[in-house]
């Protein structure tokens, strides 16, 4: 394709199949993690999550689903933002492969407890995330602008940097030795999953829903004012807590928390400043993306005070993994599947009707999904991974069980719903 006509292509066409080479990938991923989870959640309870189970399920949902999704997201959201085009599609379909072949080895080679395969998908996991990282710094480097969504996406980028290389830390360490690097196993694994959770897919969720949460709630823009608060306390936050680990200091874990707790306030309130401006017909499945933000805020509060109040315990470490659990299949796969049932058929519609008398005599974007549908089994899942989580903290592994087929079959309806898009 030449310059001048890459020019007059609209920057979503670019890299559409980009795109949906990630969302494809990240789906499969999920369906395959949440049908293990079926199995090996109740050995998981009977055992410790530090297993080689437990370790294949939390990097297929995080790095296969979660953080693949992000991305091809996040490649088309940088252009949106930004209005420009990607650097480069090459460096985007060689991350890619480097990732997707990262992510393949690294679980096989947990699942199968072989030490070479975890340390070798690791290293290719680095290598895409590092493509990913310049290709997304170059096309925001091109506009040379600041504004709060290239603040809040630089620090992500940095956070799954430094998320990578703590992983790539451990890998070395189960391979060679501590020897190799005289790094704490348990500082390092800490880290790995305090800044991945809190720094790389928090922090990216926080920031496109500066974007998303106004544009599909058809409400209002906020002023700047607030998202550079919330990104400064919430990087604030992340990095202290990061010290606290280190460092072993209460201090820095109370001053932590108390930023953390700001942080989300704020975003709290202007999640609820911008619902209270929204206008129009119901939002959909985005609507429990909405009011997942409560709920984890509740949570989040618990946990803080618990945290605070009575480190150290059995129960505070089992509490710990189920709210990690429950951010992860509730908050940030729920946030993601309501998302994505306004990109997907936008980016489709778009690509299948590029002139204003194909869209008109076609279809119209809101005649591509029954929302109503997918709101309700959006709510269905979200509900059955709760049970999920309250299992795990109860240790009872058939109500584990009974809840994963209840989410698993809702997300198969959801995600087939999604896929009715593709019949046009």
Known sequence: MTERKQDKTPPNEVIVRLTFAFFATGMMSFLIAMMGGIWFFSAILEGSVRSPAGWALAHLFVLGWATMI??????????????????SRFLGWLHFSFY????????????????????????????????????????????????????????????????TGFGLAMGVQAAFGERILPFAYETVLHSHVWFGIAGWLGGLIITYSFKLLPMFLVAAKRANRDMYLILGLWLAGVWGWAAAIWSGQKAAAYLAAILLFLAVSVFIGMAWRIRSQSRGKSPGPVMIAYRLLFFVYGLFLVWLVAVLFWPGTVVIDKLTETVVLFLILGWFSGSILS????????????HLFQTKWQKKRKVLLSEMLHERKMTKLLY?????????????????????????IVAVVLLGLYLTELARVFRY
């Open 100 to 163: 997707t072949a990262g992510v393949l080895v690294l679980v096989l080679g947990f699942a199968r407890g072989i030490t070479m395969g975890v340390t070798l998908g690791g290293g290719l996991i680095v290598l895409g995330v590092l493509i990913y990282t310049v290709n997304i710094a170059v096309t925001t480097g091109k506009k040379k602008e600041w504004n709060p969504y290239v603040c809040g996406v630089g620090f992500s980028l940095l956070h799954v940097l430094v998320t």
């Open 380 to 404: 269905g899942y979200v509900l059955g991974t709760f049970f999920v989580s309250v299992a795990f903290f109860l240790e009872v592994p058939l109500l584990a069980a009974m809840g994963q």
């Open 339 to 350: 998302y994505l049932s306004k990109i997907v058929p936008f980016l489709w519609w778009a």
């Open 70 to 87: 992000a991305m091809g997201a996040s490649y088309q959201l940088t252009q949106v933002l930004l209005r420009t085009v990607l650097f």
